[in-house]
């Protein structure tokens, strides 16, 4: 592999993948759901995501600083990318870790499967980084969600708020910067709507997600109490 072109930062166009490397990510998917759910409580293995995780972040921003690349690409407001910094660095009992994890397992399954990638030719440090980020972000949000996960710190209304909220700053950072942060500005799939539009286009998909997923956990906390009780009374 060449690094000159690994780090380049002259754009050509984003790669077309084939249905066998669809296939592949998509088995990527299911591997690290197995793993994340069979050796969450594993210290090593919480380790060895949290530390891919965090070099990956690094390489990838240090990349945008050593390229001047614009601010309407290289700042961290990506739905996906704000999960990322919150699972690493915020304390396990916030709601918004508990939030941006419920984000993490979402927002990477849907980048997997529809990937949108940076126009450069493969390999490339961007494209690296957003297989990696993404799958990194799956693993970490699932072994957090099934260590910590709390049904009575996260409602469906606690979700909404926090859900739009996110993106009306996201449409802030856009106005500034002339970014398509949180894919606000032209969502995926079904193109620009205007401002408005848009903003309810991505927010109420999210919401639903967010919360739909959120069930899931709480049906796992609860089998893990009884589990638990059952196991205290032998």
Request: charged share 10%.
């Amino acid at each position: 592999m060449n690094l000159q072109e690994f780090f380049t930062n002259h754009k050509t166009e984003a790669p077309q993948l084939t249905p066998f490397w669809y296939g592949i990510m998509f088995l990527g998917i299911i591997y690290i759901m197995y793993s994340a759910v069979k050796y969450h409580r594993n210290k090593r293995y919480q380790i060895i995501l949290k530390f891919v995780q965090g070099f990956q972040i690094l390489m990838l921003y240090s990349w945008y600083v050593a390229t001047l690349s614009p601010l309407s690409e290289a700042l961290p407001f990506y739905h996906c990318r704000l999960a990322m910094f919150a699972i690493l660095f915020l304390p396990d009992s916030s709601v918004y870790k508990q939030y941006f994890a419920l984000l993490g397992v979402f927002g990477p399954i849907c980048a997997l499967i529809y990937p949108l990638f940076d126009p450069f030719a493969f390999p490339h440090i961007t494209l690296v980084s957003y297989l990696i980020g993404h799958y990194a972000l799956l693993g970490n949000s699932l072994t957090y969600l099934m260590n910590h996960y709390d049904s009575k710190q996260l409602g469906l209304r606690r979700i909404v708020e926090i859900s739009f909220a996110m993106n009306l700053l996201l449409l802030f950072v856009n106005f500034v910067s002339g970014g398509n942060y949180g894919f606000l500005k032209e969502p995926p799939l079904v193109g620009d709507y205007g401002m408005i539009s848009n903003y309810l286009l991505v927010s109420l998909p999210l919401i639903l997600a967010i919360w739909m997923i959120s069930l899931v956990f709480k049906q796992i906390q609860i089998k893990q109490e009884q589990e638990e009780t059952i196991r205290q009374e032998n």
